[in-house]
Antibody, heavy 122, light 107 residues
Framework: QVQLQESGPGLVKPSQTLSLTCTVSGASINSGSYYWSWIRQHPGKGLEWIGYIYYSGTTYYNPSLKSRIAISVDTSKKQFSLKLGSVTAADTAVYYC??????????????WGQGTLVTVSS | ETVMTQSPATLSVSPGERATLSCRASQSVSSNLAWYQQKPGRAPRLLIYGASTRATGIPARFSGSGSGTEFTLTISSLQSEDFAVYFCQQYNNWPLTFGGGTRVEIK
């Protein structure tokens, strides 16, 4: 059974870069059947898709965040990572990594990490 | 982008009763619609994909219907563990978008 686990700092200063890593176990990150995604949830709010990466390194980003995002994958470590630059208080959220299926051109998400709260504050 | 609107925002239901949740898309998403359940402090869990296909391990009391712009999630007989927030997500149009959620609470 696939498991995803987010890791990274829980506190980031304004204007700095938020960096998170998701470690995948119980499934091959090299599988062409999945996209590996980041999704966030502002406190008490709905969900916002950030972006995802294919095992080959091809990335897809939400246009609203595209200028500040970089998602990368390290297949040898079974990890994928998110960097979000120039953060402000508006980036305070719970960040989830998730697995999306490639059965359709765009994915739904069948497995999620537990989420990690990142607070942007000086 | 495709705006997903869920209604009602909060639904008060007694255990054993039926709950009907709605999700409307601002443009057609065909049948590329998923439903998720989220409990406090937990990650969302996929319930339904393809508008009507239950994900692995999801009880039969959960059913989804609709296509195009109008979708419904029905919980036929609410159990105590079903009180949660439910989100819809479209995966037909770029970028992926989620609805704002419906909270199902105990009446």
């Amino acid at each position: 059974q696939v498991q995803l686990q987010e890791s990274g700092p829980g506190l980031v200063k304004p204007s700095q870069t938020l960096s998170l890593t998701c470690t995948v176990s119980g499934a091959s990150i090299n599988s062409g059947s999945y996209y590996w995604s980041w999704i966030r949830q502002h406190p008490g709010k709905g969900l916002e898709w950030i972006g995802y990466i294919y095992y080959s390194g091809t990335t897809y980003y939400n246009p609203s965040l595209k200028s500040r995002i970089a998602i990368s994958v390290d297949t040898s470590k079974k990890q994928f990572s998110l960097k979000l630059g120039s953060v402000t208080a508006a980036d305070t959220a719970v960040y989830y990594c998730a697995r999306g299926t490639t059965l359709t051109p765009l994915p739904s998400f069948d497995s999620w990490g537990q989420g990690t709260l990142v607070t942007v504050s000086s | 982008e495709t705006v997903m609107t869920q209604s009602p925002a909060t639904l008060s239901v007694s255990p054993g009763e039926r709950a009907t949740l709605s999700c409307r898309a601002s443009q057609s998403v065909s049948s590329n619609l998923a439903w998720y359940q989220q409990k406090p402090g937990r990650a969302p869990r996929l319930l339904i994909y393809g508008a009507s296909t239950r994900a692995t391990g999801i009880p039969a009391r959960f059913s989804g219907s609709g296509s195009g712009t109008e979708f419904t999630l029905t919980i036929s007989s609410l159990q105590s563990e079903d009180f949660a927030v439910y989100f819809c997500q479209q995966y037909n149009n770029w970028p992926l978008t989620f609805g704002g959620g419906t909270r199902v609470e105990i009446k």
